[in-house]
């Protein structure tokens, strides 16, 4: 049951991704997105688009067994791309190349999820990588690995 992949989107706040999207993740164990993919969108006003939230993004998403694709979706400067109610003030023209440019990641999410929900039919993970099921320290060293002699 569940998702079997997650499109994480996310604004860029002080060069970091939406606390608003790393709380929400936060309140779920990692088993949740474990073995899956996600895409990652972000947004800003300025003009990379929320690069530097994606990058803070993918190693909390890695972390958590839910292995980001590479083809990532910025929207730069997005108060002057996209209307309130999601339409675009340039129109039909400017709609269809960001459709064509997200068409890229979702592909690859696509493709992505399709494998690992084939995987899952052939074994399931959580067997064979019990870490990702444990506590954040049963995942640790073993322990005594780090204590002084």
Known sequence: GGAQAYVMVTPEYNHAPGPAL?????HFGSSTFSFKPSLIVSYSQGQWGGTRAAAGLRPVLSELGCLPVSAM???PAAHHLLREDGSFYKGDAEE?????YAARGLAQLEWWGEAC?????VANPFQSSPAQTSTPEERNAPPGSGEAQ
């Open 96 to 100: 269809e190349r960001w459709r064509s």
């Open 117 to 121: 929900t084939s995987q899952w039919e």
């Open 73 to 75: 979706i910025h929207v």
């Open 22 to 26: 790393l709380n929400l993740i936060d």
